[in-house]
């Protein structure tokens, strides 16, 4: 479950403070002339709990621009593309608390509040918003599985870091691991166990604390070593790997029984297109990658048989950071991001039919979408 919410690591502190969010709601004197966005925007009382699953998200989303703040909107979108507005912060030169994680139970939303440790639960079926602390300063990361009842969180220590659970009222429950190379720590679907770095591959650690087993990956450098991207099924881990000597990172899928990992990706020379492999989703038209470009972009690749890519190109992106939030059937939610420019936007893509349907689309001049958590797959995302 992960941490960089503003995960996408888009935007630094000082913009994020000026970055909220408007309702996407245009008015009208004709009180029967409605706008599409009018038409896919309903209000928290009518949301159907019972029916959220798979392929509903949470998105913060704001009309913001560089000139001029606006308010800051929490959306819970559907995969059809209804939204429902849950919460509205007002236009202010602070922060808008950073969308972290959401519950298993669906019910609660975590937010960043900034450094030491400050963190914001929202009740979403409420509405009320509570405030915290976690114990040592720690940085908030996920919620952990399968319904939400404790906190994952990193504390540092230099350039250690110690992944830990805490209380929803912020006390530390137990340290579970520490590395150096990355807080990262995925739960597995029942919340028993965690995949976290490991220096020659993975480590299997219990929620209730210690480490079960090492998992070695073939070839893998003890400098920058092994993270966990996600589950890829019930018995094994997506990881993402560097060999010894490289900077190119390679994903290999990683039993949690300690049987022999498998590549999934062949090693990349780093001439391009692609200088490294951070995340895989394999649907019925194809292996798609998350792959690393130059210059700190990110490419949307399918992956042939053999090894090699092939670009795929989303239209009405810049395609020069698309960030795979999840996959539904044979689609792709699609965080569709301009760097360091505004237009960040939301949509879903079929790369087998080139079928788009936009859930939240930004102005060019508006920040836009600003973090998307999908519902019980925090672990979807590659860790950026």
């Not at 914001?120 to 996920?142: E, M, P, Y």
């Not at 969180?153 to 110690?162: I, P, Q, S, V």
């Not at 029942?190 to 020659?200: E, F």
């Not at 239209?315 to 539904?328: M, Q, R």
């Amino acid at each position: 479950m992960f941490t960089k919410v503003w995960r996408h690591g888009r935007w630094p502190a000082a913009l994020v403070a000026v970055c909220a969010a408007a309702m996407l709601m245009a008015g009208g004197s004709n009180a029967g002339a409605t706008t599409e966005r009018q038409q896919a925007t309903v209000q928290q009382a009518k949301v159907p709990w019972a029916e959220v699953g798979s392929g509903w998200e949470l998105a913060q989303y704001t009309n913001s621009t560089r000139a001029k703040p606006a308010a800051t909107t929490l959306y819970l979108v559907s995969p059809g593309g209804i939204r429902y507005s849950l919460y509205t912060w007002r236009a202010s030169a602070t922060f808008a608390p950073g969308l972290v994680a959401w519950s298993g139970d669906k019910t609660r939303a975590l937010l960043s509040e900034g450094t030491g440790g400050q963190v914001a639960q929202l009740n979403l079926v409420t509405g009320k918003l509570s405030r915290f602390r976690l114990a040592g300063q720690a940085s908030a990361i996920g919620y952990s599985l399968p319904d939400g009842l404790n906190i994952l969180a990193a504390r540092y220590n230099g350039l250690t870091a110690t992944l830990a659970r805490y209380s929803l009222t912020g006390k530390l429950l137990k340290d579970l691991a520490t590395s150096r190379y990355s807080t990262a720590g995925v739960y597995s679907s029942d919340g028993t166990t965690l995949a976290v770095p490991g220096t020659k591959g993975l480590r299997l650690v219990s929620n209730a604390g210690g480490v079960i087993r090492q998992l070695p990956v073939p070839g893998t450098g003890p400098q920058l070593g092994c993270t966990p991207v996600r589950w890829w099924s019930a018995g094994t881990i997506l990881a993402s790997c560097y060999a010894t000597s490289s900077s190119i990172a390679r994903l290999w899928l990683v039993p949690a029984s300690g049987a022999k990992p498998a590549a999934l990706t062949p090693q990349r020379t780093g001439t391009g297109p692609d200088l490294g492999d951070i995340g895989a989703w394999r649907l019925t038209s194809g292996l798609y990658l998350q792959s690393l470009g130059a210059c700190g972009t990110l490419e949307l690749n399918k992956q042939a048989a053999n090894g090699s890519v092939a670009a795929v190109n989303v239209p009405g992106t810049s395609n020069t950071h698309n960030l795979v939030v999840t996959a539904l059937g044979a689609r792709l939610l699609i965080d569709a991001g301009n760097g360091c420019e505004p237009g960040n936007s939301l949509l879903w893509y079929n790369p087998g039919s080139h079928a788009e349907q936009w859930l939240l689309k930004a102005p060019a001049n508006a920040f836009g979408v600003l973090a998307v958590v999908p519902y019980y797959s925090r672990e979807d995302a590659p860790a950026l």
